[in-house]
Nanobody, 123 residues
Framework: QVQLVESGGGLVQAGDSLRLSCAAS????????VGWFRQAPGKEREFVAR????????AYADSVKGRFTIWRDNAKNTVYLQMNSLKPEDTAVYYC????????????????WGQGTQVTVSS
């Protein structure tokens, strides 16, 4: 059974950086794709980024390309999302999600979900 626990959310100013972590137990190496979705108030949940393996396969939403980086520390079974140059429109609840086995070459379907962590970017 895959279990996902997020951490690292918070309140920052526009232009700042923040790093999210997702501890992914039961989700091993190439058998599992792990990543992030986000949901802003009044909007649908949207895909942000995902990684398969140790980082040889990544995918990003166009809105975060060049600003966000995702990678996985397999020794710690943890996925990280480094978010730079944050904008107010990045404000959302960020959810860690996983597919086991990987099911999409472009993103995540979302077989498993974490509880979410709030990211708020003030202007």
């Amino acid at each position: 059974q895959v279990q996902l626990v997020e951490s690292g959310g918070g309140l920052v100013q526009a232009g700042d950086s923040l790093r999210l972590s997702c501890a992914a137990s039961g989700c091993t190496f190439r058998r599992c794709a792990v990543g992030w979705f986000r949901q802003a108030p009044g909007k649908e949940r949207e895909f942000v980024a995902r990684v398969i393996g140790s980082g040889d396969s990544t995918a990003y939403a166009d809105s975060v390309k060049g600003r966000f980086t995702i990678w996985r520390d397999n020794a710690k079974n943890t996925v990280y999302l480094q978010m730079n140059s944050l904008k107010p429109e990045d404000t959302a609840v960020y959810y860690c999600a996983a597919d086991s086995p990987p099911r999409s070459p472009y993103g995540l379907v979302g077989d498993y979900w974490g509880q979410g962590t709030q990211v708020t970017v003030s202007s």
